[in-house]
Structures are given as C-alpha cells and as structure tokens.
C-alpha cells in the first residue's frame, strides 16, 4: 500500500471557515464568529503564521494584566502566603490563557509543563515555577535543544529530579532516567548503563548555594573521567569545562531520530489525534529534523497540511480540564476570569496547575472522561452561564455580554440555539439532542414568565444564560 | 400534578425509564456473580497508599537483627500485639488484633513480587493493573473483572479523592470515581420568581435527556454515555448518602469513605467492588508518630466498618483486602524522633470480613539475606492473593484476568 503524504500543504480551496474553526480549536482554545471572521480574511498562510508567529512581547496583555489590581499583580513574595502566592501564579497563567491573542504560546507553556513536568509540592518555591513557566512561554515554540538546555539548568527541574544534589561520589540518575524515558527518546530506546552515565555527565549541575533559584555547574562534584552514553564516548573535562559534556549529550539525544519520532508523537497526541500512526509520526519527525528541532516550524508544516484537517480528525480530540475551561471562556467572551476560582476548580476536575500528578505529566484522551472530573465540568458550566452580565468592562466581578449573544433573535428561540451552537461549539448538535434542548427552552422560558422577572429582554438574557449551560454541558462541547 | 409540588426526586423518579433505556434498578439484573444462590458477594479493596511498612504493622517479635539495625522504631515484644511468637501486631493495631484472635481476620506476610521497583509510581502501577514488569494493559485487575459484570455503572465504585484508581480502569468502563456520595449530582440554577427548585430540576433533567439523545462517533458517544451514567449513579448515591450510619464511626477521612461503603451496601445498590484510600504511608521521617496516628485510624476505621456491617447483617457478604505498593527497608534512616524508612519491597496485606479465611500466611520475612539495596524478599505474589479473591471470592477465572502463572492462595473459607 502506498503510504499516505500526510503533510502535503492543504490545497488552497479547503481553507474555509471550518478549517479555520478546527485550526483555533486545536492551536489555540477556539475563535469566535468575530474571531473567525477575522482569520478567513487572512488566507491560508496568514491563518497558520496568526497562530505560530507570535510577538516577542503582548505589552496590551502585560498592561491589562497590571490594571487588574490584587489578584493579577505581579507577585511579591512574602507578602503573601506561598498557597496564595503559588494560586496566584495559576490564576495569572489562566487569565493569560483566555485574554491573550496568542493563544499557542499558552497552550505550548502547558504542552511542555506536562512534558517536563514538576510540582509544586516538591519545589515549593513560587519564584522557581514562576521562573519555569516564563522559560516555556519564551522558548516554547523554539527549538527543542535550546528549551532542553534551559530546562536541564532550570532550578525548578534541578529540585524537582533532585540533579542539584547529584555528586561525583553519589551520582543521583533521577534526571537522567527521565532525561531518556519522558523527555527526549522514550522507554527501551537506551540501557540502564546510558542512565548510569548521563548521571555521571550531569555530576555538578547545581543551584547556587544560599539560593536555589539560579543555576550553577560547580566543578569540585562534578566526574570528570570520560563516559560512555549511547556507544558514543563523552571525553570527560576538568574545571568549568565539565560543563560542556551535558550539552554534548543533549546535542547527541536531540539529534537522535527516537528523540524526533518521540516529539512529533507528543505534538501530534496534543495537537491533532490521540493516536497517531506511525507514517504520520514519521513524516513529522522528518520536518523537525529538517528545520533543526524548531517546534514553530514544526507546527507550521503540521497547521498546513492535508493530514491536519483529513476529517477523520475533526471533533475526536477529547479537551483537556484546561482547554475545557479556557474554551468556555473565551467563546464566551468571559472577562476577569480569575475571579471564578477557576484554579481550585481544575484541581477538581484533576488538572491542577503547577502540581501534575507525576514526573509523566498528565493523564490524556480517554482518561479526561471520569464522572467526577464530569460532575465538575458541568459545574463549572453552570458558573460560566451564570456570571454577571455587563456590557462595558467591569472590576470586580467575572462577566459577560449576555445580551449581545442573544441580540436580534428575541422571537426566535430556534435561530437562537443555532447561533450560540456555531459560537460555542462550531457545529450542529445532533437533531434528537437539538429538540431535547429547544423543548426545554420553551419549559424554561415558560417558568421564567410565570415569575417576575417579565421583562422581555430579561427573559431573552435568560434564554442565552440556559442556552449556554446546556451547550457547555453538551458532549459535542467536550471534544475539540 | 403541580409542578411545584414534586421533588427532584420524585420528579426524576417517574422519568427515569423515558431516558433511552439507559435506566437501570438493582432488582432487574441478572444474578451474575452470586456463587452457589447467595447473596452476591462484595469486595472492598482499602488501599494503604505510600508503602506501608510491614515490618512495623507486623513486626517480627525479639528479633535481634532488626532491634540493631531499626534502634528508634523497633519495639520490644511486651508492646507489640502478639500473635505467634515470632511476631505482633503495632500496639495501635489492638482491635484488629483482636478480631484476628477471635478467628475473623486472615494476615499476610512478605507479600510483593520478585521484580521490585522502588519507585511509587511503578510498583503502583504493577499493583493495579496485576502486572509485573514492562508490560502495559492500560486496565487494572478490577476494571478487568468488572467487565464481566452486569453493564450497570455503580457495578464498581471508588470513594475517595475523585480520581479513579488504575487498578479500576476498564478497557471500555469506568466506574465512577466520587468524593462522597453527594458529589455528583448535576444542578440547575435557583429559579428567580418561581416556587421551589423546579428550574433547577428541569434543567438537570434537560440535560440528562440531551445526553442520551446524543448521537455520533466514538468519542461523542462515549463523553455522552459517561454523562448520562453520572448523572443516574448521582442520584442512586444521594439517595444512599441519606441512609449513611450517623454514628458507630470516628471522624476521619477514612472511617468517613467506609462509611458512604455501609451506605451503599446498606442501599443494596448493585456495586459489587469498592475502593477507598488511606493516604500517608511514605513514611521517609517521623514514621513512629505517623504511624501511631495512621494505624490508630485504620483500627478504629475498619473496626467501625465490620461492627455495623455486623450489625445489619451483612458481613458475611463483604470481604475487605488491604493493598500498599511496597514495603520499606529494614534499617531505619535518619536519626531519633525523626527516623524513617525508605522505599522497600515486600509488605502485609489484611483480609477481614464474613470470607476471609483466619490465620497468619506466608513465611516470616529473611532478615539475614536482604538484597543490595537492603530489603527482604517477598514469600507472597500478590497476584496469587488476587488470584484467590477472584476466583474464591468473586467466581471470576483468574487465569483470565491475571495470567495463568499465578496459582490461588486459599485466601476465604471453602
């Protein structure tokens, strides 16, 4: 059988407005009509290069992020408590999530947050994750040698697989174990003497004595005899030239082709299906070698091409707790959504920020889909449907423009369902599940008139408010 | 009927069957797993998460290698609960001791695997899923069995932090996974201007009718069948969580999930495995304190549990298996009030309830021929004792679900 060229460019004539809607879903946490309306305007390479492109700085973002007072100000530490200071730094992230423009420099931070993950129960100190997160959202869309080499002197990683106490005498292989299985090659592609040796290599790769949040190599611990990693000889170097050899090794993991095959997996898991064939593993890992590890570009090829948008793809991807949320939110065109208790409420949903559940990162795909993790989800759903209404920006309280979504289609329920369907979901629900909705908006509608609250556009408010909770709760709202 | 006058209850009561056939009663099931016409018989899997030390739970008694090598934690034979000579239970461990000299309690000892791994995450691993070694199923041993189980979605449950244990995953089910019994149940909004909850029902009904009206592919199909097997266990358990024992049991977070068990089973809702934690037993420092402290409630938790299963009659019906991932090494680390013990291997495993078979199993740890990293091996695969429960217990083919290789340990009462 001939194999299928997955990441031949989309021809010009299938970028439509669908196409654009699934490139938001997955690249970013989904595009409004007006978002929408925007992208289509852009033309194929324009859409991608919207996503994958993104500035250096967001000064709008950092500006709006300041004005929002207390809670988003930037942290200072000890005037706080760490649990308040470490919620805080999740509620930032999350903000940024759903206020940015860019949304695929977020969803990278988080993509490489589960892929080198560290917690904050061993870490501890708010200012090392701080710091962590900050080196995904600058070197996330790099290459992946560069973003390993901030991460193998990353404080937060040096404490958390326990490298800054790995000494000559007593090499500690926490790191390096993970280096291989979770972070570049994969399980069974080295022995447990390359463990043994890339412990010996890393020897001295430390932090700062009086304060763990700066790198240090220190050549008094580190081995300096010649190692063997991978069949290939590592010569060993004295003084501050020991330092070298972990970058010897991280140019020779990287370059591997199961380092390659091991992240276009990962993209492709995260980005377009939960279980990638092999070809199409292939093909990607080929285009990061071919562009010397750069994830944008990467992305770009991948953003671009006919396997990204082969329909067998469209609406199979199950969200994550994170995506779940933030999706709801920008649809929504929720604002100050730090004041919805959202970090708690994802620890609930089993997503907790900043705190993965192991060295392996989160669990993906089918293991999202839990009842609990479920009965929270729709919580959340009935929190976000039930938020202030404002029209005009507003301090003090999360709030959405209600009115607006609802505006013009007063007399007519049915136009109203579809509308909030293409915002919230880009697609129909299914006709049995349609009626089920469109009967209990007339129920609903007929209590509300029975009540007080008589006002026809109070009444209408009402109606997108239950539109909302029951497309949220949808499953079609649960899949990407 | 005024719509006013109906409780949610009530209410979603008479609309269960209108739900796409996705309705289910207890009485209605077939009787599967009812060996020889009884009851059918229930399993409650506690497991001690962390890596309980065995050597302290069970300690063996005037052993001079171990008084040399654990100098802090070591007790001497006058403290322990003795049960053969040769070893006794932690003084905080007294009301299980006595239910095992009152023949209602089988012990274990040396029970790990002869692979170990040291770290949590693997051996946790190879403990749920009843698997040892590179291999990866993805399922644990109970979301196996629970396959062969009438398709009801309280067939199996978990009480705990709202996480499903590995070992309860399916290769098509997932059993709920609740904190508490109320925790599931789908709302609506208060209703402005209308007479008592009825907004708020009809909506969670909306939803639970958009859920079974849903169909797609696989993924759409599967969120909405979870949906729709949430919301009906939610109710089921909340109607449970109103017949919960208000006394009998001390207030901890384990005697309060044994508890919402004794709900459950007290409901005669159609679970047929249960699942609860106990959390805390990486015991790297301050083990002595932690252990008073942690032991102390698994007595009195589990004591509570078989005095009202007892009480209502129904012990005979429920056997309770402790599990832990690994033991911990031999020598104490660190030093005075503050000394620990690392990751080991081997540790005990407590069968209680109407089934277990009494008795202390499994030959007394080797101290004198530990391995390079200082642990003993283990005299007991605990898939043997998996083995046994499955086939002795829940008439499941353990060769089916754990591999032929593992022999059954007679772990109930023929």
């Not at chain 1, 209408?460 to 499953?475: A, D, N, W």
């Not at chain 2, 209605?28 to 016409?37: C, I, K, N």
Request: glycine share 10%; hydrophobic share 45%; aromatic share 6%.
């Amino acid at each position: 059988m001939k194999s299928r060229a997955w990441l031949e460019p989309l021809a010009a004539e299938r970028w439509d407005r669908a196409a654009a809607a699934h490139l938001a879903r997955r690249a970013g946490f989904g595009a409004t009509p007006e978002e929408l309306d925007r992208l289509v305007a852009l033309g194929p390479k324009g859409v991608v290069a919207s996503f994958v492109d993104w500035p250096e700085e967001e000064p709008l973002l950092d500006q709006r992020q300041a004005e929002h007072g207390t809670a988003l100000a930037d942290l200072r530490e000890g005037t706080t408590s760490a649990q308040d200071a470490v919620s805080r730094l999740r509620e930032q992230w999350l903000w940024r999530m759903v206020a940015t423009e860019h949304p695929l420099r977020e969803k990278l931070a988080l993509l490489w947050h589960d892929h080198f993950a560290t917690a904050e129960s061993k870490v501890v100190r708010v200012a090392l994750l701080r710091r962590q997160y900050e080196t995904f959202q600058k070197l996330g869309g790099g290459t992946f040698r560069a973003l390993a080499g901030a991460i193998a002197r990353d404080p937060a990683m040096l404490v958390y697989l326990d490298n800054r106490v790995s000494k000559k005498k007593h090499p500690n292989e926490n790191f390096a174990r993970e280096l291989f299985e979770l972070f570049t090659l994969g399980i069974h592609n080295y022995e447990q003497r390359d463990v043994a040796e890339v412990a010996r290599v890393f020897t001295g790769w430390t932090t700062k004595e009086r304060d763990a949040a700066e790198f240090r190599f220190d050549p008094a611990i580190h081995d300096s005899n010649d190692k063997l990693v991978l069949g290939q000889v590592i010569g060993g170097r004295g003084g501050a030239r020991g330092e070298e050899e972990g970058d010897l090794v991280l140019d020779l993991l990287v370059a591997r082709d199961e380092c390659a095959r091991f992240v276009a997996e990962k993209l492709l898991r995260w980005f377009l299906t939960h279980e990638p064939q092999p070809d199409l593993v292939d093909e990607l890992a080929r285009v990061f070698q071919q562009n010397g590890s750069s994830i944008r570009e990467t992305l770009r090829v991948l953003f671009a091409s006919e396997g990204f948008h082969a329909a067998e793809f469209r609406f199979r991807l199950y969200k994550t707790p994170v995506d779940w949320a933030v999706s709801g939110a920008r649809l929504l065109g929720l604002r100050n959504v730090h004041l919805l208790g959202l970090d708690k409420r994802l620890a609930r949903m089993g997503m907790k920020l900043l705190e993965p559940p192991s060295v392996a990162g989160w669990d993906s795909g089918r293991g999202w889909i839990q009842s609990s993790q479920l009965a929270e989800r729709y919580e959340l759903a009935l929190a976000l449907a039930s938020v202030a209404h404002s029209r005009r920006p507003v301090h003090g309280a999360a709030a959405a423009d209600f009115d607006s979504l609802g505006a013009g289609l007063e007399q007519d329920p049915k136009a109203l369902c579809d509308r909030l369907c293409g915002r919230l979901l880009q697609r129909d629900l299914a006709p049995e599940a349609r009626a089920v909705v469109l009967e209990h908006l007339e129920a609903d509608s007929a209590l509300l008139e029975q009540g007080e609250r008589r006002v026809a556009h109070r009444i209408q408010r009402e109606r997108v408010r239950t539109l909302t909770h029951l497309l949220l709760c949808s499953p079609e709202f649960a899949l990407a | 009927m005024k719509p006013d006058a109906l409780s949610r209850r009530a209410f979603l009561g008479t609309s269960v069957t209108a739900l796409g056939g996705l309705a289910f009663s207890s009485a209605g099931l077939p009787a599967l797993g009812r060996p020889r016409g009884g009851p059918p018989r229930i399993l409650v899997v506690l497991e001690l998460r962390g890596g309980l030390d065995g050597l302290a739970a069970l300690q063996p008694a005037n052993h001079e290698r171990l008084m040399r090598v654990r100098p802090t934690l070591a007790k001497p034979a006058a403290q322990l609960e003795l049960l053969a000579d040769d070893c006794g239970l932690h003084p905080r461990l007294a009301r299980i001791a006595a239910r095992f000299r009152a023949g209602g309690l089988g012990i274990w000892r040396g029970v790990g695997h002869d692979q170990p791994s040291l770290s949590h995450f693997e051996s946790r691993d190879w403990w749920d899923e009843g698997l040892v070694g590179e291999v990866r199923t993805g399922t644990g041993w109970l979301g196996r069995f629970g396959e062969t189980l009438p398709p009801d979605p309280l067939a199996m449950l978990a009480i705990g932090d709202g996480s499903l244990p590995g070992s309860m995953r399916g290769v098509s089910r997932r059993p709920p996974a609740v904190r508490g019994l109320s925790g599931l149940a789908l709302r609506g909004p208060e209703a402005p201007g209308t007479k008592g909850n009825l907004r708020g029902v009809q909506r969670a009904e909306a939803i639970e009718r958009m859920f079974s009206a849903t169909r797609g592919d696989g993924e759409l199909e599967f969120v909405a069948r979870l949906g729709l097997e949430t919301a009906l266990a939610a109710r089921r358990l909340a109607d449970a969580e109103e017949r919960r024992p208000k006394t009998g049991f001390p207030r901890s977070r384990l005697a309060t999930d044994l508890a919402a068990v004794a709900a459950v089973i007290d409901s005669n809702l159609p679970t047929r495995v249960f699942h609860v934690v106990q959390d805390g037993y990486d015991t790297h420092a301050d083990q002595a304190a932690s252990l008073e402290r942690l032991l102390g409630d698994l007595d009195a938790s589990v004591d509570a549990f078989l005095t009202h299963l007892a009480a209502q009659g129904r012990l005979g019906e429920v056997l309770l298996m402790t599990t832990t991932e690994f033991g911990r090494r031999v020598a104490e680390s660190g030093e005075g009030g503050s000394a620990g013990t690392d990751h080991g291997t081997a540790s005990v495993l407590f069968l209680a309830g109407g089934g277990a078979r009494p008795g202390l199993f499994g030959p007394a740890p080797d101290l004198e021929r530990l391995d390079s990293a200082g642990n003993y091996a283990a005299g007991v695969d605990f898939r043997r004792i998996f083995a046994g429960v499955l086939s002795q217990w829940l008439g499941a083919d353990p060769a089916e679900l754990l591999g032929p290789q593992f022999a059954p340990e007679d772990v109930v009462i023929a």
